[in-house]
């Protein structure tokens, strides 16, 4: 069983940055793709990013320019690092990662955007 364990969010100001991180139990090569969702209070949750094994990248067109996914391989870890942030993307964040036909969630991590 894999699992995936989401760190870095927090409160932070209109504006701020955050970088999320996501550790896996196992090496992050053996996944196809892997993903941040986040779900919003009242709301279903949404795609963010994704990275794929072969370093292709794609983005919500909500963070497009201000969310990057990238990976540290040696450390088995994706990361979402996020800049100008909004009070819009106050969220629960989860990881997500994919190895076909198998996919594998984290916890999630709160990212709250406030002033």
């Known amino acids: 069983q894999v699992q995936l364990v989401e760190s870095g969010g927090g409160l932070v100001q209109p504006g701020g940055s955050l970088r999320l991180s996501c550790v896996a139990s196992?090496?992050?090569?053996?996944?196809?793709?892997m993903r941040w969702y986040r779900q919003a209070p009242g709301k279903q949750r949404e795609l963010v990013a994704t990275?794929?094994?072969?370093?292709?990248?794609n983005y919500a067109d909500s963070v497009k320019g201000r969310f990057t996914i990238s990976t540290d391989t040696a450390k088995n870890t994706v990361y979402l690092q996020m800049i100008s942030l909004k009070s819009e993307d106050t969220a629960v964040y989860y990881c997500?990662?994919?190895?076909?036909?198998?996919?594998?969630w984290g916890q999630g991590t709160r990212v709250t955007v406030s002033s």
């Open positions: 990275i794929f094994s072969g370093s292709t990248t």
């Open positions: 997500q990662a994919s190895s076909f036909g198998s996919e594998f």
């Open positions: 196992r090496r992050i090569v053996t996944f196809t793709a």
